[in-house]
């Protein structure tokens, strides 16, 4: 097999080279951390990273488990449940941090500055793609791998909802989930919190007659009441369940109680209003 000799960006931001002598594997680990918060393992022809650092504990464990060695955070944005792990880990591993650079202030510990529409190399074969998405927070950002056709998306956008909107405005938000919901149907999608069956709930209050709804919530029903995770979900499933993705829909707008004449902006700020208060 012919050798390729490739070049990621490694520990303090090194250029290191490594040869690729067979094809790439990917493969994703949920970790469960804290409460409710999901850390995400990345691993890649022998390079893994980190989707934000919920909790120390279970990720070394996942990661001691497979034999493996961090070589990289991805936060998404500054929040204590995202970034409480990334100096210990650092200091554990040697490993880069990834952040925005329109928040570094705010993220602990990064050596790799990003910013929108960045593309990097994260292992031999695995380019990322930043996509800064604001409204949780004003600095959050999401990280696509277009070649997995996944994206891991922080607070931004969940299973049938999206992140309160801490810093940013409706409108920001509303632009963010638009940019998210342009991405192919078959897109996994890799969310921060198990909020799923809540979020359900409330979107069956806003569209009672969408069947893939109704049949979405008794799935979740199910697989929560088994203790299994309802993520991820994936682009095309979020377009026909999730009401902060469905501003432009009738009936999603006569449940919030507006008119014909509602633009999208309108419906959203709306929703996003009775979710938080849900």
């Known amino acids: 097999l012919k050798l390729q000799f490739l070049y990621f960006i490694g520990r303090g931001g090194e250029k290191k080279m490594?040869?690729?002598?067979?094809?790439?594997?990917?493969?994703?680990?949920?970790?469960?951390?804290?409460s409710d918060n999901y850390g995400w393992l990345v691993h890649s022809s022998g390079i893994t990273a980190c989707?934000?650092?919920?909790?120390?504990?279970?990720?070394?464990?996942?990661?001691?488990?497979?034999?493996?060695?961090?070589?990289?955070i991805l936060n998404t944005h500054h929040?204590?449940?995202?970034?409480?792990?990334?100096?210990e880990l650092k200091k554990m591993y040697g490993c880069a941090v990834y952040g925005f650079e329109g928040d570094l202030q705010r993220l602990p510990g990064v050596t790799n500055a990003?910013?929108?529409?960045?593309?990097?190399?994260?292992?031999?074969?695995l380019d990322v793609t930043v996509r800064?998405?604001?409204?949780?927070?004003?600095?959050?950002?999401?990280?696509?791998?277009?070649?997995?056709?996944?994206?891991?998306?922080?607070?931004?956008?969940?299973?049938?909802g999206c992140g309160r909107l801490f810093e940013g405005t409706p409108r920001e938000m509303l632009e963010s989930l638009t940019t998210?919901?342009?991405?192919?149907?078959?897109?996994?999608?890799?969310?921060?919190?198990?909020?799923?069956?809540?979020?359900?709930?409330f979107s069956i209050s806003l569209d009672p007659y969408n069947v893939d709804l109704q049949d979405?919530?008794?799935e979740v029903r199910k697989l929560r009441k088994a203790g299994q995770a309802t993520i991820p979900t994936t682009i095309g499933l979020e377009r026909k369940t999730n009401p902060f993705l469905r501003s432009g829909s009738d009936g999603v707008r006569?449940?919030?109680?507006?008119?014909e004449g509602a633009t999208e902006l309108e419906v959203f700020t709306v929703v996003r209003g009775l979710r938080n208060i849900a």
């Open 216 to 218: 979405r919530l008794e």
């Open 79 to 87: 929040h204590d449940d995202h970034v409480g792990g990334n100096m």
């Open 132 to 160: 800064h998405t604001p409204g949780h927070t004003t600095g959050h950002i999401t990280y696509h791998f277009p070649s997995e056709k996944t994206i891991f998306v922080g607070d931004t956008l969940f299973s049938m």
């Open 180 to 201: 998210l919901a342009a991405l192919p149907d078959e897109t996994l999608v890799y969310c921060a919190h198990e909020y799923t069956l809540k979020n359900a709930e």
């Open 254 to 259: 006569k449940c919030a109680g507006l008119g």
């Open 18 to 34: 490594l040869k690729k002598t067979a094809p790439k594997l990917f493969e994703v680990v949920r970790v469960k951390c804290l």
């Open 51 to 72: 989707v934000d650092t919920p909790e120390v504990g279970p990720l070394v464990d996942a990661m001691e488990e497979r034999g493996w060695k961090l070589d990289a």
């Open 114 to 125: 990003v910013k929108n529409n960045e593309i990097f190399r994260l292992a031999p074969g």
